[in-house]
Each structure stands twice: as structure tokens, then as C-alpha cells.
């Protein structure tokens, strides 16, 4: 099931981050922010080091790549973000208030990745898991093939 929330702004996802930052007792810095907002203006998913470049040129200031991957991982950990595992690369979750696995659709060809939002297949897979003893910390599911624009 896919999602569409045209009232999720993007000032409503930065403020939503920042309270749920809070909530989780992690401190929203402005690099946390920064990171986020740039996140949102991206489409695709960009890698730390292309997220560093580009929020350096915007922000005209050296930034510090380790600033930039502690911001991801504090990002990912609250939820807003997301790390699609097989390209090394984040993207903004556009919806992160809502409770649902993440299942990227990632094109082999071109790169386009898409998600669905999925609230049965992590709940499925974790109960199957812990059947073989397993604790599940987290999913990432990805699956890979040809986008539409690409199979034309």
C-alpha cells in the first residue's frame, strides 16, 4: 500500500523531527536540521558524502564529514530518515509519524527508488524471526528490478 500525504510540508516534517528529537532525548542541532531540510529537497537518495558537498556549498562553510554521518545516524534513529542499505545512501522519510516498514523499490537501470509503506510485512517478518529465536532491530527491505520508465 503505497501513502500520499500532501499536507505533510516540509516546515511540518521539520518540526515534527525536532519534537520527536526531544522526545527521544537527542539534541536537534542546527547540522541535525540542516541535514534533514536537505534531505527533503532531494527526491533520490544521496550519499553522505554528496549530502556534505552540497550542504557545504549551501551553507558556504566547511562541514566535517564526521559532523554529517553523526547527524545521519541520529536522523535515521528518530525516525526521519532512512538508510537505503544496497546504494550507501539516505533518503527523507515522508511520513515518519506514522508507524510502517519501509520497502524501497530501486531501479538497477536509472537509480529512481520509490517506497511503499507497508504495516503488515515488518510485523510478519518479525514474528516469523523471533519463531527462530531471533530479535529483529531493524528491517530494510529493498527490492530491485526495472522502474516503468526503464522497462518502456
Not at 81 to 91: C, G, M, Q, T, Y
Amino acid at each position: 500500500m503505497s501513502h500520499s500525504h500532501a499536507h505533510d510540508t516540509k516546515e511540518h516534517l521539520l518540526a515534527y523531527a525536532e519534537k520527536r528529537a526531544g522526545a527521544m532525548k537527542q539534541r536537534w542541532t542546527s547540522t541535525r536540521a540542516e541535514a534533514y531540510d536537505a534531505l527533503l529537497d532531494h527526491d533520490a537518495p544521496i550519499t553522505a558524502y554528496a549530502l556534505l558537498e552540497y550542504l557545504s556549498n549551501r551553507h558556504a562553510r566547511d562541514i566535517k564529514p564526521a559532523s554529517v554521518y553523526r547527524a545521519l545516524e541520529a536522523l535515521c534513529d528518530i525516525g526521519v530518515v532512512v538508510k537505503i542499505e544496497s546504494l550507501n545512501a539516505f533518503r527523507a522519510c515522508r511520513h515518519p509519524q506514522e508507524d510502517h516498514q519501509h520497502v524501497f523499490l530501486v531501479c538497477d537501470t536509472c537509480g529512481h527508488t520509490d517506497e511503499i509503506a507497508d504495516h503488515g510485512i515488518g510485523r510478519r517478518l518479525t514474528q516469523e524471526a523471533a519463531v527462530h529465536g531471533f530479535e529483529t532491530a531493524r528491517q530494510v527491505l529493498e527490492l530491485h528490478g526495472l522502474c516503468g520508465d526503464c522497462r518502456k
